[in-house]
């Protein structure tokens, strides 16, 4: 049991039904051969993991008596369990007592929406009498056309001053 190995594209999905009662759990991934002949394939490790969360496998390559190759090709691994409820978190996978591959389990029926935060509730403004407010609205409104008459009027008293004169001097 020497030796490295290369793997690649490994996925563990725990799918429960609806009730999280009765589900089953599939690993999958790909192994390098190199041997003619060669096959590999994924065992539960014995004795289990101490944490209960992490699915321990063992990655097993038969080496038949063929002949060694310059050819490489990757082989697909699977590996099916069925469980009850949500049991893994975590896959390891082991090749000669080291873990080659650690990967994350997806609950594709537990995912949920992200949280959105409800908006802030506002304080509640103070309310000012409607009197009041009506009072204010109408000011606002009058000191907004003060300006506006008042450079009206400027215009035309200058415009009208400008004519006398020049009415003036043509006579």
Do not use: C
């Not at 049991?1 to 999905?13: I, N, Q």
């Not at 009850?84 to 996978?93: K, L, N």
């Not at 409607?130 to 009027?153: F, N, Q, S, Y």
């Amino acid at each position: 049991m020497a030796g490295s190995v290369f793997t690649r594209d490994w996925e563990a999905l725990e799918i429960a039904d609806m009730i999280a009662q009765h589900g089953q759990i599939t690993v999958t991934g790909e192994v390098e051969l190199t041997d003619t002949g060669s096959t590999a394939e994924l065992k539960e490790h014995t004795p289990p993991s101490t944490n209960p969360k992490i699915l321990l496998l063992d990655l097993v390559i038969h080496r038949q008596g063929g002949i060694q190759g310059h050819i490489a090709w990757f082989d697909k691994l699977t590996f099916k369990k069925k469980l009850s409820g949500d049991a893994y978190d975590e896959v390891d996978v082991l090749y000669g007592g080291e873990i080659v591959q650690r990967v994350k389990v997806e609950h594709p029926l537990t995912f949920a929406a992200p949280r959105v935060a409800p908006p802030a509730k506002k304080a509640p403004a103070k309310r000012k009498p409607p009197r009041a407010a009506a009072a204010k609205e109408r000011t606002a409104k009058k000191a907004a056309k003060k300006p506006t008459m008042k450079a009206a009027k400027k215009s035309t008293k200058k415009s009208v001053k400008a004519m006398k004169k020049k009415s003036r001097t043509k006579n």
